[in-house]
T-cell receptor, first 111, second 118 residues
């Protein structure tokens, strides 16, 4: 059975800290891995990663896929209170249009 | 514009009611999705429409009935729901590229409908 697991489940840090969130997957021949940030309602798209292994960056956020380890990390540097959210990773199955979400990591940034 | 619009934002219904959730996107996406999300859990895929045809039904009970009237609209008809069906229902859309390995099939989500079944 396809599986997407995120760790840690929750994390509390102080403003300015750097955090690393993990996503591991057991999905045969996945097509892509996506990271989302969910605050109160809709998950908002952060990054899409493929087996090319290219690191993606956007401001203080960056993410990379380790195809060998079947995992991805999301790094957030110099965290701010606005980064407090649930971070979800999702893996797209090879047939396309079928996305499975991980358990999510709840991040709380304290001022 | 990456907007997916869902209505209503909140819905309270009794177990004998019939109601519908609506979702709209104007990004030219050809795949649309319904997810159910319970508190502190990840979204669970319910249905996928590809080019207005139902392509995936994740063994969802028949009291949930999806409909895709055209490429921009997606409905979820609700009938005889149970209290355990109370959840956030999220709609999403994506480009739809089942046969193109390198296509950027990014899902964009609506804000959701918070459903309470009494």
């Amino acid at each position: 059975e396809d599986k997407v697991v995120q760790s840690p489940l929750s994390l509390v840090v102080h403003e300015g800290d750097t955090v690393t969130l993990n996503c591991s997957y057991e999905v045969t021949n996945f097509r892509s891995l996506l990271w989302y940030k969910q605050e109160k309602k809709a998950p908002t798209f952060l990054f899409m990663l493929t087996s090319s292994g290219i690191e993606k960056k956007s401001g203080r956020l960056s993410s990379i896929l380790d195809k060998k380890e079947l995992s991805s990390i999301l790094n957030i540097t110099a965290t701010q209170t606005g980064d407090s959210a649930i971070y979800l990773c999702a893996v797209e199955r090879p047939t396309g249009n079928q996305f499975y979400f991980g358990t999510g990591t709840s991040l709380t940034v304290i001022p | 514009d990456t907007e997916v619009t869902q209505t209503p934002k909140h819905l309270v219904m009794g177990m004998t009611n019939k109601k519908s959730l609506k979702c709209e996107q104007h990004m030219g996406h050809r795949a649309m999705y319904w997810y159910k999300q319970k508190a502190k859990k990840p979204p669970e895929l319910m249905f996928v429409y590809s080019y207005e045809k139902l392509s995936i039904n994740e063994s969802v009970p028949s009291r949930f009935s999806p409909e895709c009237p055209n490429s921009s609209l997606l409905n979820l008809h609700l009938h005889a729901l149970q209290p355990e069906d109370s959840a956030l229902y999220l709609c999403a859309s994506s480009q739809d590229a089942p046969d193109r390995a390198n296509a950027k099939n990014i899902q964009y989500f609506g804000a959701g409908t918070r459903l309470s079944v009494l």
